[in-house]
């Protein structure tokens, strides 16, 4: 399996430019320790007030009905690949904030946030993982039991990288494919919208 490390401007923390989101997975499963250990990453994320939004309903192959609930609440493109991952799980935003029952506008974000710290962690424990928009939230809100006033964010896989040769022919080649990303100069203003980022 060859590097996937981000070719960046300037360099940046190793396991941020490890990161990425594969599709192949080995079929072995992970610790609880490893499990625990990005579940501790999330839990101390920052949020808006403190208020943690974030909640994780997490489907472990071998142990319960959750992995199998999980996967059937993927889109068939994400599930030929996905349900491979010997743990599948389903990121929940609190809608409203604890303290004073308001709409929380930030609470995606901040699920965002707690997510971003289990890539860094998941890389530094040697775990892939791969966030999916492709999934059913009603499916989930049904089949896991999410309750009212709470929002399904993501599905996610998590396990250990295989080599592309697991994929579809298809997929594989998605697998090996350069990584990309928009330059500074599009996505950073300095002062105002649309202004450049001086470096």
């Known amino acids: 399996m060859s590097s996937r490390h981000a070719s960046t401007a300037i ?6 430019a490890a990161r ?12 609880s320790d490893d499990l625990t250990g990005l579940l501790e990453a999330a839990r101390w994320a920052p949020s808006c007030f403190g208020a943690e939004p974030w909640r994780f309903v ?13 996967a059937d609440c993927l889109v068939p493109a994400n599930r030929v690949w996905a349900e491979r991952a010997p743990v599948l799980m389903i990121t929940v935003a609190r809608s409203n904030f ?6 929380n506008a930030w609470a995606h974000h901040d699920v965002g946030l707690a997510m971003g710290q289990v890539g860094i962690e998941a890389e530094v424990r040697g775990l892939a993982m791969h966030q999916m ?3 059913d939230p009603a499916a989930a809100i049904l089949r896991l039991g999410i309750l009212e006033g709470y929002v399904p964010v993501a599905a996610v896989a998590i396990g250990y990288l295989a080599d592309a040769s697991v994929l579809a022919p298809e997929l594989a ?7 990309q990303r928009k330059p500074l100069s599009e996505i950073a203003f300095e002062g105002r919208f649309g202004e450049s980022y001086g470096a």
Do not use: L, Q, T
Request: proline share 13%; glycine share 12%.
């Open 173 to 179: 080649e998605r697998e090996s494919a350069p990584r």
């Open 58 to 70: 997490v489907g472990i192959r071998g142990r319960g009905d959750g992995h199998a609930a999980i």
């Open 11 to 16: 360099p940046i923390h190793p396991p941020i």
């Open 133 to 135: 928009g492709g999934f």
């Open 20 to 31: 990425w989101s594969p599709r192949a997975f080995r079929d072995e499963a992970v610790s």
């Open 98 to 103: 604890e303290h004073n029952d308001k709409p």
